[in-house]
């Protein structure tokens, strides 16, 4: 039986009906994971829909607009958010939860996309926080309650691991324009990092130059990147900086202030 029909004393005797307020990527996955899930949940619904029939609302919106429509919603059903950086206070006076999927959603994804990812969740209520929690169980997610204390850290972290990893692949590709590994020949290899970072952890991951103290080839990657993407030399520098640090690897006869952020394209 799914697990939003089983919970009765929670959720009235009647499964609930979701309406999902939003058609950006998070809402359309969010919406079509749920219907195939057996939720009776609706396509993603434009703002200004007809809520009335619905117990709780999902609202799969911008950030900065969930204040803003969250009060134009009538007092009765939930109201939740999608948010990993908003608190609970937008969704005021609602009885209000949020559920953010720790996970990457494009235009291309299927409501698949979301099955054993991480869900953070929270509530108002005791009764907000099971909906939250039992709607991420359903989308075959892995819930865990955030507080709202420590959302910006989360979202931070989140943004690291996910957005910041596509502008360092993407600095990669251009770095590497023109010596024949293309995309499809790098991708491999961060597949590869990827794997050994989530079995081993960042310091038995770490493998290259920088943690085995070959300055001589810091230095000559330094002057390709000069020459190839300028543009890129602080960041690259800020990268080696850090990944000393993680190595834990004194410099060699190379100063430690040449791969600090503020050199620039020194």
Not at 59 to 81: F, N, R, T, W, Y
Not at 226 to 248: H, K, M, N, W
């Amino acid at each position: 039986m799914r697990e939003l029909e089983r919970h009765t004393d929670i959720t009235s005797a009647r499964p609930l009906k979701v309406g999902v307020l939003g058609s950006g990527r998070m809402g359309r996955v969010l919406s079509a994971g749920l219907r195939s899930a057996g939720v009776d949940a609706s396509p993603p619904l434009g703002r200004g829909a007809d809520l009335t029939a619905y117990d709780t609302v999902l609202l799969c919106v911008p950030d900065g607009q969930i204040a803003s429509v969250a009060a134009l919603i009538e007092p009765g059903p939930l109201v939740g958010h999608c948010s990993g950086a908003t608190g609970l206070e937008a969704l005021a006076p609602h009885e209000a939860f949020s559920l953010h999927p720790l996970m990457t959603v494009t235009l291309r994804d299927r409501s698949d996309r979301l099955v054993g990812a991480g869900a953070a969740i929270s509530g108002t209520t005791a009764r907000a926080e099971t909906i939250a929690r039992e709607l991420a169980e359903t989308l075959g997610m892995r819930p865990f309650t955030l507080a709202d204390e420590d959302r910006a850290a989360y979202h931070a972290a989140a943004s690291i691991a996910s957005n910041f990893l596509v502008t360092l692949e993407a600095a990669a590709e251009q770095v590497a324009a023109g010596t024949g590994a293309g995309r499809e020949l790098i991708a491999p290899l961060v597949r590869a990092t990827v794997e050994n970072w989530a079995s081993l952890g960042g310091e038995e991951a770490l493998t290259g130059p920088v943690a085995r103290g070959d300055e001589a080839t810091v230095l000559a990657q330094r002057a390709a990147v000069g020459e190839r993407a300028p543009d890129l030399l602080e960041l690259f520098d800020a990268l080696v900086a850090a990944t000393r640090t993680l190595s834990a690897r004194p410099p060699g006869r190379v100063p430690t202030e040449r791969y600090g952020v503020s050199t620039g394209g020194s």
